[in-house]
């Protein structure tokens, strides 16, 4: 038996969504639309679906949570102190570089 996934392009639309624009912004977009052969509603539906989507994405990678954040904070401001190979390549660097 084949199961097939539910798209939002398969739900039914029952939601409403009105915007006010200018004249020019409805060109604009008009013209978009057209060129790639689709209605208006759908090309606005869609652009703002993805970039809703791509928006959300982003803030949710680039949200730590309260522990990441301690986590992080406590890496930078108790970093260790440098081992020996370290300190011998900044010896070694600080010859050979000429200071």
Do not use: W
Not at 11 to 16: G, K, N, Q, W
Not at 61 to 88: C, H, Q, W, Y
Request: proline share 3%.
């Amino acid at each position: 038996m084949e199961t097939h996934e539910i798209t939002e392009s398969q739900s039914p639309r029952t939601a409403r969504l009105e915007a006010r624009i200018t004249e020019e912004q409805k060109d604009l977009l008009s013209k978009a639309a057209a060129l790639l052969g689709r209605s208006l509603s759908d090309f606005v539906v869609t652009c703002a679906y993805e970039t809703a989507t791509r928006t959300l994405r982003e803030h949710q990678a680039m949200t730590l949570s309260n522990r990441d954040r301690e986590v992080f904070v406590a890496a930078i401001l108790k970093t260790p102190a440098p081992g020996a190979r370290l300190r011998k390549a900044a010896r070694h660097y600080k010859q050979n570089a000429g200071e």
